[in-house]
């Protein structure tokens, strides 16, 4: 076991025990063993100031792309975990579209243990957890062997990349899921109202002469899925929310008790299509980016809670690839090493959020609401933990990203709030050099 840890002098953020004030923090054996005022700690304890810096629970990211296997030279388990510890999270989960998919135990397991191998090596970042595919290899058609998934480390399902279309198999996920006690998360989207679009259908798109995906392609999935999760009682996630039709949905369906929980990306937060001008590929990403009507919603709803998370969406893409016409580059964009900074600049800075509801919104309620041990500095609890400075005003260079990719809309941006620390486990995996 490593040595004791104490964090001392910082201003400790956790909304999970409502402790927003000054304390040390006692790092033993890796989990929580005190948060109090004046900490002194054992003699042999590795002591860290952390004066002028906040403490809080390590950052959680329920959606990130890892492409590996298949996809190694856009990004693998290691640099993955790495660059989601220099963004501040410790806990991140794996989406299933690799080649092949994570839909069978043995490839659930590979990417459990090659995050802990690098781990043992001294080259870990984040904690990894695999989300099993929904349906054998995407396919949309017959469900895995869930429970086979779950057993290997699967802490979800989905095909994301893909939506779960028929409306049969998504009711027995949302039934069969319920055993196993993991949600049913859904990439949103009706394939046959989106075939051939590349960015949001608007004014926009036919400025550019390109092909348009109209919200409702998102929407009439989403009002078909929250009525399934009010018929079988099941946990159903949706990704990365990007109408505001959608929000009005979920927030009824909320409303009548159904089991709904949803997730905003920092993308959709701050960006709108116009973005996309210029026949920029860094901004085009799946669900596009929307109007300024969809992203006031889409904000409002976060400060309200009728969205409950952040989540990045991270998908990285090789520069090659971004580098194609419009039409034939990939969508998605990264965003762990960015997300925080963000955010806090686009809700905290700007006062219409504070500090300790956005560490709610990224640690805390993705703990709480996916079954996550983590979220919390409570002792007892494993010492995955965030040091940031919330006053630390950085440029955006993609050139220093730990991920193996570079494809963000953000490159320039002036931001303020950076990642300090991360610690997992009361191991420290990131230390920001700046």
Same mark, same amino acid.
């Given at each position: ?11 400790? +953020? ?5 402790? %927003? ?62 660059? #989601?510890?220099?963004? =501040? ?22 990417? @459990? ?12 970042? #984040? ?44 009711? @027995? ?10 949600? +049913? ?10 075939? =051939? ?14 092909? &348009? ?43 009548? =008790? ?16 116009? #973005? ?28 309200? &809670? ?21 039409? %034939? #580059? ?20 700007? &006062? ?34 965030? +040091? ?28 303020? &709030? ?17």
């Amino acid at each position: 076991m490593s040595r004791p840890l104490l964090l001392e002098g910082g201003h400790v +953020v956790d909304p999970s025990t409502t402790r %927003d004030g000054s304390a040390d923090v006692l790092v033993v054996d890796g989990r929580i063993e005190a948060v109090e005022s004046d900490l002194v700690g054992p003699d042999d304890a590795d002591r860290l100031s952390v004066e002028g810096l906040v403490v809080a629970p390590g950052l959680i990211d329920v959606h990130v792309h890892l492409r590996e296997p298949g996809g190694e030279h856009k990004e693998t388990i290691r640099t993955g975990a790495q660059a #989601a510890a220099a963004g =501040g999270f410790t806990t991140v989960w794996a989406m299933p579209n690799t080649d092949p998919p994570l839909d069978d135990p043995a490839a659930v397991g590979f990417v @459990r243990q090659e995050a802990r191998r690098w781990a043992r090596r001294g080259e870990g970042g #984040a904690r990894v957890s695999p989300v099993g595919a929904a349906s054998k290899g995407l396919a949309g058609e017959q469900m895995t062997e869930i429970g086979g998934l779950v057993d290997a480390g699967a802490v979800a399902v989905t095909d994301d990349g893909r939506p779960i279309s028929d409306p049969a198999l998504m009711r @027995r996920l949302l039934e069969y899921t319920q055993t196993f006690g993991i949600p +049913v998360l859904q990439h949103a989207e009706d394939m046959r109202l989106t075939a =051939g679009g590349v960015m949001n259908e608007g004014s926009v798109a036919t400025e550019l002469g390109l092909r &348009g995906i109209p919200s409702a392609s998102e929407a009439a999935v989403v009002a078909r899925d929250v009525l399934l999760a009010e018929l079988t009682g099941g946990h159903l996630h949706i990704q990365h929310l990007s109408t505001c039709e959608s929000v009005d949905l979920v927030a009824a369906a909320r409303a009548r =008790g159904a089991r709904v929980t949803t997730e905003l990306t920092p993308h959709h937060l701050v960006l709108t299509e116009t #973005a996309v001008r210029d026949y920029r590929t860094e901004a085009k990403m799946n669900p596009p980016l929307r109007t300024e009507i969809d992203r006031t919603a889409l904000r409002t709803a976060l400060i309200d &809670g009728v969205i409950d998370m952040i989540a990045t969406d991270h998908a990285p893409h090789h520069y090659e690839e971004k580098e194609r016409e419009f039409d %034939d #580059a990939p969508f998605g964009v990264v965003g762990l090493e960015t997300a925080f900074a963000i955010c806090h600049q686009d809700l905290v800075v700007s &006062g219409d959020m504070t500090l300790p509801a956005l560490v709610d919104r990224m640690s805390c309620i993705p703990a709480r609401t996916m079954g996550i041990d983590g979220g919390t500095l409570r002792p007892g609890s494993p010492a995955d933990i965030v +040091v940031l400075d919330p006053d630390a005003r950085w440029t955006i260079d993609p050139e220093r990203f730990l991920s193996k990719s570079r494809n963000t809309p953000f490159a320039g941006f002036e931001v303020t &709030g950076r990642v300090k620390r991360t610690i997992v486990a009361g191991e420290t995996r990131y230390e920001d050099s700046a």
